[in-house]
């Protein structure tokens, strides 16, 4: 989940190849851009940009689309820059490089982590064009300006396309990054407006090329029967009846996967065909037989109270200010709950897929990925080569919401290419997306409180359960590490004794994370239990959080107990931008004019994830037969600096359909080790007539650094929804999904 930064001199180094001029150490194959940059001899001042002489434009994004318009938002900050003309603009997906710093598309943090990479590309370029003009022209660089896709000189009249300068501009020395002059918001072509996605037109027009579009000379298909238990080996096969199928063109055995996991191919036994059907029904005429796993007693229901039970004992220590438990052993008036929400897969529209080539020691990687720098170092380990011999090429993803950062799907491609010499391509069903994904943890939170005369909280204890992350990278590993921190051991409140601990768990399945990952279920624990306290005091919910946030400050994390809290400059924890967007939503969402009505109400939730602070009202109508439904939804966001507006207003919409599907529906459960949904009839996702049927998206205006978009519209919608159920019913509802515990 961490990012690598792209320094400024690494950006800008550079060294001449390909007949083509380059800016600095050549981070960046020719062979990335189109095919006539090299011989036109293109200018590339940087990783991210080259100019040909006819004056296209060419900017590489590095990191993935899956719907967030990212292969947009990031060279529209460098065209911005350098105040190109978006229509003589092309974007080029890059390949898997670490030489551009994180290419994984995870976190919400793509533009957080990259907008300043993305203005120096865009300056740095701009400030040469500028003095090769003034170079050409023999006046002072003061008295040239870019404009609009050219530079000109207004006291003479005379104006260069960018085309007309490469020849010159490459010959100058690169300027230092301290000097650039960036532009001012107000004079913003792009950034901050409407902007439609570049590859609208090919998705509209359905050609635009997903993972399972890719085809290759010679292609191969195929499916595996992988083992349905974590842990579990292969016994023994009777293969005849699937090479009796017809398109069947082999079965073959794959390496069994031992802990840890990691992005290992889980093994199992694959069925090559000719078409991706004859694949699938020979897999279905395979006879397997498994053997046992450690992990073939897991048993969702029995683990879920486990977890119930684990967090009200004693955990170990993530944040210690003042003296809780001193505190709530003298209080005369205590409120406790503890809260669960089920495993979950992140089922998205295009389930994993990648086509692959093994020959002469090397490999070449077609997908759906998230990560292809992860791609390279998952199939290098698997087939023993170096991570530089690996290829791998980005497509558009159908949905990712973290599991294709994952490519076990592409080391199961490469070891079977290798193994049938041709290129195969792995596809996986919806039954395998659903059966052997890396689930998002079941979670289990106690919370305790006292409270005093007016019912704001003086003592404060909040324990956490959960198998975490790092367990499918260190199967000893038990403890939650740095997901206790995504909004729990952070919780944004003056309380002056405020304990949080986290309790240990074993992980049967692998665990991945999941769109908004552990915020999932600490913003349901803190904000439901916060609604809580608030009907006890009879006070209105707005006005309580406001009061429990106190008065605007920055957070200190390490100042108040937080364990390896470290101080962000660029992103500090300021309380006042979490009141505003509460504000902001009460005042969108006509909450002081809508009081509760038996079986209607609006609820709320508060809460800060992935630098962004998002506050979020639902209204629900809830019938006599306990059916609800979610008339609107108002979310009020305040990111930091927006590139695209559209886009964030879409990522929101997005999240409130994907939390409804997480508060209301979804829910992986395992019996005897193996996981009981086989599709999405039994794993339910939000449909049209369950997904809220308005959302309204109100973003704060702001100059500060952007924060993340992606991920933050998530986590307050389950218990957003879960509070307006019980103000329209009296009803108090502690488990996810609802849609089970309303209809008991």
């Not at 191969?220 to 842990?231: D, H, M, S």
């Not at 949080?500 to 239990?529: C, K, L, T, Y």
């Amino acid at each position: 989940m961490n990012a690598t930064r792209v320094s400024r001199r690494a950006f800008l180094g550079g060294a001449a190849a390909s007949g083509a001029f380059i800016l600095g150490t050549r981070l960046v194959p020719v062979s990335v851009f189109s095919a006539d940059v090299a011989a036109q001899a293109a200018w590339e001042p940087g990783v991210y940009l080259a100019i040909l002489p006819d004056g296209l434009v060419q900017i590489v994004a590095h990191r993935s689309e899956m719907g967030t318009g990212i292969r947009t938002s990031l060279p529209l900050v460098v065209a911005d820059e350098l105040d190109a003309d978006w229509s003589k603009v092309k974007v080029v997906q890059a390949i898997g490089d670490k030489k551009y710093g994180s290419q994984n598309t995870d976190g919400s943090c793509s533009i957080r982590d990259f907008h300043e990479a993305m203005r120096v590309a865009g300056a740095s370029a701009r400030t040469m064009l500028e003095q090769a003009a003034a170079k050409q022209w023999n006046v002072p660089v003061a008295e040239v300006a870019v404009r609009s896709h050219a530079v000109v000189h207004e006291k003479s009249g005379k104006s260069a396309g960018f085309g007309e300068l490469v020849a010159t501009a490459r010959t100058l020395p690169v300027p230092d990054a301290k000097s650039l002059r960036f532009k001012k918001p107000e004079d913003y072509r792009y950034v901050g407006k409407p902007v439609p996605v570049v590859d609208l037109d090919p998705i509209v027009k359905g050609t635009a090329t997903y993972g399972i579009d890719v085809e290759r000379p010679g292609m191969v298909f195929a499916t595996i029967a992988r083992p349905p238990v974590l842990g579990s080996t292969l016994a023994g096969v009777d293969d005849a009846a699937a090479r009796a199928t017809a398109g069947v063109k082999d079965v073959v055995k794959l390496p069994h996967a031992t802990p840890p996991y990691g992005f290992k191919a889980l093994g199992g036994v694959a069925v090559v065909g000719d078409s991706t059907w004859a694949a699938i029904k020979g897999r279905e005429a395979l006879k397997v037989h498994w053997g046992a796993s450690p992990n073939s007693s897991f048993d969702s229901a029995t683990f879920k109270k486990s977890l119930m039970d684990v967090v009200r004992t004693p955990g170990r220590v993530v944040r210690d200010q003042g003296d809780a438990e001193k505190a709530l052993a003298g209080a005369a008036n205590v409120h406790e709950a503890t809260y669960y929400t089920p495993m979950l897969a992140h089922a998205p529209m295009e389930p994993p897929m990648a086509v692959a080539e093994v020959k002469d020691g090397k490999a070449e990687v077609w997908t759906c990925t998230q990560n292809p720098q992860a791609v390279q170092d998952t199939v290098a380990e698997a087939l023993g080569i170096k991570a530089e011999d690996v290829t791998c090429h980005v497509t558009l993803l159908g949905g990712g919401f973290g599991r294709k950062s994952k490519p076990d799907y592409c080391a199961e491609a490469a070891l079977l290419a290798r193994q049938v010499g041709k290129p195969v391509k792995v596809v996986w069903t919806r039954e395998d997306d659903l059966q052997f994904d890396y689930f998002h943890a079941p979670a289990a939170m106690y919370m305790k409180a006292a409270v005093d005369a007016s019912g704001l909280p003086t003592s404060l204890l909040a324990r956490t359960a959960f198998p975490p992350i790092g367990s499918t990278f260190d199967e000893k590993e038990q403890y939650g590490g740095f997901q206790v921190g995504m909004g729990f051991s952070d919780i944004p409140y003056r309380i002056a004794n405020l304990r949080v601990e986290n309790n240990p768990s074993p992980s049967p399945v692998r665990i991945g994370w999941m769109r908004s990952v552990a915020h999932i279920h600490h913003a349901f624990a803190v904000q439901s239990f916060t609604d809580e306290l608030a009907a006890a005091a009879k006070a209105d919910r707005v006005q309580y959080l406001l009061k429990l946030i106190g008065e605007p400050r920055v957070i200190d994390l390490a100042a108040e107990g937080v364990k390896g809290a470290r101080p962000n400059p660029k992103h500090p924890f300021d309380t006042a931008r979490l009141r505003r967007v509460i504000e902001l939503v009460a005042e969108k969402s006509g909450w002081a004019n809508k009081p509760a009505t038996a079986g209607r109400a609006l609820g709320i939730a508060a809460h800060y994830s992935f630098l962004s602070y998002i506050a979020t009202v639902v209204e629900v109508e809830v019938n006599a037969r306990g059916q609800v439904k979610i008339p609107t939804v108002h979310v009020a966001v305040d990111p930091g600096l927006v590139i695209s507006p559209d886009r964030v207003k879409a990522q929101f919409e997005g999240a409130a359909v994907f939390g409804t599907s997480i508060a209301m529906l979804s829910e992986i459960t395992a019996t005897g080790g193996r996981i009981d949904q086989q599709n999405i009839s039994t794993y339910v996702l939000a449909r049209q007539v369950e997904a809220p049927r308005e959302t309204h998206v109100h973003i704060v205006p702001s100059t500060a650094a952007p924060a993340g978009v992606g991920e933050p519209g998530v986590p307050p919608m389950a218990p957003a929804i879960a509070n307006a159920i019980f103000a329209a019913t009296g009803k108090r509802l502690r488990e996810l999904p609802i849609r089970r515990v309303s209809n008991s």
